[in-house]
């Protein structure tokens, strides 16, 4: 079965500055994506940033990048000036090709951006 | 509606009741998914739809946690005999046909926010 792990289960970036957060994931599978999807305290989880296993660029959006390593097994967002608005939870979450392709996540790290 | 809609957005129960949780897809999704998000965790998987279909119930804890989605569109949770352990965040999530070439990502709604009693 697929697993994803972060390793942090808190990080905190001063406004402004670069923050890193980590993700692991396990599977067999060669065709795949995966995400990083943020859950502010509403509840919502929104997209920030996918990635599919088939391309080697690492993904950008804006100022949210990450790191694919594909032999690895890993997948690191970057978040780049970080903004008060960013504090929220971050999953990482990993969804195969084919099956019943579910979304399997992370448990979670809390970012804090502090002023 | 132009997201995916849940509705109760919050419910308390007591142990022993039944519950049901609505879930109302982005129109044209054929592809409907349950989690439930314990305090401090990530999403668990629950039950995924396809069409009218459940494709996949593994995630499912026991026989007290029913799912239904009769005309392909709104889905139904239904948990009986809820125990204080079921109280949770319940996360429905929908996505567009044909995964292949697609964007891969589930939208998700707001959330049900259970507890038990």
């Known amino acids: ?85 960013d504090a929220a939870m971050y999953f990482c979450a990993y969804r195969a090709q084919g099956g019943s392709e579910k979304l399997v996540f992370g448990k979670g790290t809390k970012l804090t951006v502090n002023p | 509606g132009a997201g995916v809609s849940q509705t109760p957005s919050n419910k308390v129960t007591e142990k022993g009741k039944y519950v049901e949780l609505r879930c109302d897809p982005i129109s044209g ?28 119930d593994s995630g499912l ?6 799912a239904v989605r009769p005309e392909g569109s709104v889905s139904t949770l239904k948990i009986q005999r809820t125990e204080r352990g079921d109280s949770a965040v319940y996360l429905c999530a929908s996505s567009p046909p044909g995964l292949a070439g697609g964007s891969g990502e589930l939208f998700f709604g707001e959330g049900s926010r259970l507890t038990v009693l």
């Not at chain 1, 697993?3 to 890193?20: F, G, H, L, Y």
């Not at chain 1, 994931?25 to 859950?39: A, H, I, M, N, V």
């Open chain 2, 29 to 56: 999704h054929t592809a409907l998914y349950w989690y439930r998000q314990s305090l401090g965790q990530g999403p668990e998987f629950l039950i995924y739809f396809q069409g009218t279909g459940a494709a996949d």
């Open chain 1, 1 to 85: 079965a697929q697993t994803v792990t972060q390793s942090q289960p808190e990080m905190s970036v001063q406004e402004a500055e670069t923050v890193t957060l980590s993700c692991t994931y396990d599977t067999s599978e060669s065709d795949y994506y995966l995400f990083w999807y943020k859950q502010p305290p509403s509840r919502q989880m929104i997209l920030v940033i996918r990635q599919e296993a088939y391309k080697q660029q690492n993904a950008t959006e804006n100022r949210f990048s990450v790191n694919f390593q594909k032999a690895a097994k890993s997948f690191s967002l970057k978040i780049s000036d970080s903004q008060l608005g």
């Open chain 2, 61 to 66: 804890p026991n026989d007290r946690f029913f």
